[in-house]
T-cell receptor, first 108, second 113 residues
Framework: AQRVTQPEKLLSVFKGAPVELKCNYS??????LFWYVQYSRQRLQLLLR??SRESIKGFTADLNKGETSFHLKKPFAQEEDSAMYYC??????????FGKGTRLHILP | NAGVTQTPKFQVLKTGQSMTLQCAQD?????MSWYRQDPGMGLRLIHY???????DQGEVPNGYNVSRSTTEDFPLRLLSAAPSQTSVYFC????????????FGNGTRLTVT
């Protein structure tokens, strides 16, 4: 069955330190992967998607098909990065499923 | 441009009551979906629709009904509410093309006592 796994419920990182939010997926076909972010008192919104290969707010994510991973990275954490982050997988007949989410807490 | 609008924002129900959560979008998106968000469980897909007249089940469809009579609206019905349906419900929409981003509503916080 298709699955998205985010192993960390909470990740605390000091300001200026590197950030890596882990995401692994289970899908036998060609995956379409996304990261969504939910800042305090704001709507869930798209952060980035693997097909765009872009950097948004300093975040990047590379699809590793061999390891079935799509980890989110940022070299230097900022306080405004504190939020809830969700990895999502689109597959088959337009189903989009999410992982359980990781709360990122940036320490001053 | 309102985007995705969900009503109500908050609702309290007694066990066994029924209600409909409303979702409307003004972006002419073909794809619409409902998720529930629970602590430690993330977002789970309830039902989704790829166009008017077409709906399908997601990961946790039991206890919920949907219909899609227009492109704009995708209501979620709870026929007989249960405490296990206490959650925050999110509606989302997108264009029907792979890799298109979901646009989310603000959510409805439902409590079933």
């Amino acid at each position: 069955a298709q699955r998205v796994t985010q192993p960390e419920k909470l990740l605390s990182v000091f300001k200026g330190a590197p950030v890596e939010l882990k995401c692994n997926y289970s899908y036998s076909g060609s995956p379409e992967l996304f990261w969504y972010v939910q800042y305090s008192r704001q709507r869930l919104q798209l952060l980035l998607r693997h097909i765009s290969r872009e950097s948004i707010k300093g975040f990047t994510a590379d699809l590793n098909k061999g390891e079935t991973s799509f980890h989110l990275k940022k070299p230097f954490a900022q306080e405004e990065d504190s939020a809830m982050y969700y990895c999502a997988l689109e597959f088959g007949d337009d189903k989009i499923i999410f992982g359980k989410g990781t709360r990122l807490h940036i320490l001053p | 441009n309102a985007g995705v609008t969900q009503t109500p924002k908050f609702q309290v129900l007694k066990t066994g009551q029924s209600m409909t959560l409303q979702c409307a979008q003004d972006m002419n998106h073909e794809y619409m979906s409902w998720y529930r968000q629970d602590p430690g469980m993330g977002l789970r897909l309830i039902h989704y629709s790829v166009g008017a007249g077409i709906t399908d089940q997601g990961e946790v469809p039991n206890g919920y009904n949907v219909s899609r009579s227009t492109t704009e609206d995708f209501p979620l019905r709870l026929l007989s509410a249960a405490p296990s349906q206490t959650s925050v419900y999110f509606c989302a929409s997108s264009i029907l093309q792979g890799n298109s981003p979901l646009h989310f509503g603000n959510g409805t916080r439902l409590t079933v006592t």
